[in-house]
Nanobody, 115 residues
């Protein structure tokens, strides 16, 4: 059983930055895919940024140019650098990773952007 622990959320003013971290108990270099999702108030959960099984990155249109996903295989940690934050980025952010057919979610971290 793999555990994912997110951290780094908080309250920030519009235009500010935050960096989220997702520490995995498994070896992320062996993960098929990994990424960050978010669920805003009254909204469905959506993919924000991720690594594909080929190691490529993809981003939601709404965050392109502002968010950057990265990874440190030595620390088994995935990061999400969020710049130029907007109130509409307010959501609970979840880390998700997949090894083979098994997918794992973190508990989520709240990001609140004030206007």
């Amino acid at each position: 059983q793999v555990q994912l622990v997110e951290s780094g959320g908080g309250l920030v003013q519009a235009g500010g930055s935050l960096r989220l971290s997702c520490a995995a108990s498994g070896t992320i270099s062996r993960a098929n895919t990994m990424g960050w999702h978010r669920q805003g108030p009254g909204k469905e959960r959506e993919l924000v940024a991720g690594f594909t099984s080929f190691g490529l990155t993809n981003y939601a249109d709404s965050v392109k140019g502002r968010f950057t996903i990265s990874r440190d295989n030595n620390k088994n940690t995935v990061y999400l650098q969020m710049n130029s934050l907007k109130p509409e980025d307010t959501a609970v952010y979840y880390c998700k990773m997949r090894w083979g057919t098994s997918a794992y979610w973190g508990q989520g971290t709240q990001v609140t952007v004030s206007s």
